[in-house]
């Protein structure tokens, strides 16, 4: 099975449960916020988002889950509801049968493994790794333009030029088709600062608030993006 090669984790990173949240504007105007709760596992990286949306945009609720590949930071299965009984929305993939699974509401289809995949969070979580591996972009093998393979189609992925923001030095993505943008802090614990997500609304941002990057207490559980064209 093709997939892209791991990505060496400096150390503390997904090392011990975290949590932040992000708070949601839309042109200007608050939107609502967005809740991440990340913690390792055995076996995978389990993060939780939870968006709740409001202010100038519909009150609706969101809640993603994501379990990650520790070392490749690939999707091992991917859950999307509101947060009330079973996902809307899931994708497992089997890696041991060679399968990937898809089931939305009553629905459920099944194909091949053949490469690795992403999913709407695990995305995030690769691109986080990659700007702590190698935050300056020195590293010769880092490419300017890379790929992700999510179950809806192929995403393309520029680098773009480095952005202060909330007084940080950032790496920033820019995500086609869609038109997302992605922006990580360069130097530890490499927030997620910023998010820039197209909707029919216009474009939503999710900016890093005050006291970001949070380690949640030892042992505890996690707690639980705009309206968006599905890719996953």
């Given at each position: 099975m093709?997939?892209?090669?791991?990505?060496?984790?400096?150390?503390?990173?997904y090392?011990?449960?975290?949590?932040f949240?992000?708070t949601?504007?839309?042109?200007?105007?608050?939107?609502?916020?967005?809740?991440?709760?990340?913690?390792?596992?055995r076996?995978?990286?389990?993060?939780?988002?939870?968006?709740?949306?409001?202010?100038?945009?519909?009150?609706?609720?969101?809640?993603?889950?994501s379990r990650?590949?520790?070392?490749?930071?690939?999707?091992?299965?991917?859950a999307?509801?509101d947060?009330r009984?079973?996902?809307?929305?899931?994708?497992?993939?089997?890696?041991?049968?060679?399968?990937?699974?898809?089931?939305?509401?009553?629905?459920?289809?099944?194909?091949?493994?053949?490469?690795?995949?992403?999913?709407?969070?695990?995305?995030?979580?690769?691109?986080?790794?990659?700007?702590?591996?190698?935050?300056?972009?020195?590293?010769?093998?880092?490419?300017?333009r890379?790929?992700?393979?999510?179950?809806?189609?192929?995403?393309?992925?520029?680098?773009?030029?480095?952005?202060?923001i909330?007084?940080?030095?950032?790496?920033?993505?820019?995500?086609?088709?869609?038109?997302?943008?992605?922006?990580?802090?360069?130097?530890?614990p490499?927030?997620l600062?910023?998010?820039?997500?197209?909707?029919?609304?216009?474009?939503?941002?999710?900016?890093?608030?005050?006291?970001a990057?949070?380690?949640?207490?030892?042992?505890?559980a996690?707690?639980?993006?705009?309206?968006?064209?599905?890719?996953?």
């Amino acid at each position: 099975m093709n997939g892209p090669a791991p990505t060496p984790l400096p150390d503390g990173l997904y090392a011990a449960p975290e949590a932040f949240t992000l708070t949601l504007t839309l042109g200007g105007r608050y939107a609502g916020e967005q809740h991440w709760a990340i913690h390792p596992e055995r076996s995978a990286v389990v993060a939780r988002v939870q968006t709740d949306f409001g202010g100038v945009l519909p009150e609706i609720r969101r809640v993603q889950t994501s379990r990650v590949h520790p070392r490749q930071h690939t999707s091992l299965g991917y859950a999307e509801g509101d947060g009330r009984g079973r996902a809307a929305f899931e994708v497992n993939f089997d890696r041991r049968a060679g399968t990937v699974t898809l089931r939305q509401g009553r629905d459920e289809a099944s194909a091949p493994l053949t490469t690795e995949y992403q999913d709407p969070v695990s995305l995030l979580l690769w691109l986080r790794a990659l700007v702590a591996r190698d935050p300056a972009h020195t590293d010769p093998a880092t490419p300017e333009r890379t790929h992700a393979q999510l179950t809806g189609g192929r995403v393309l992925i520029q680098r773009l030029p480095d952005q202060e923001i909330a007084g940080a030095v950032c790496s920033g993505f820019y995500l086609r088709p869609g038109g997302a943008y992605v922006f990580v802090e360069q130097a530890a614990p490499w927030r997620l600062t910023r998010l820039i997500q197209p909707t029919d609304f216009g474009p939503v941002e999710a900016n890093v608030s005050a006291g970001a990057a949070r380690r949640a207490p030892a042992g505890g559980a996690p707690n639980g993006n705009a309206p968006r064209r599905r890719r996953a």
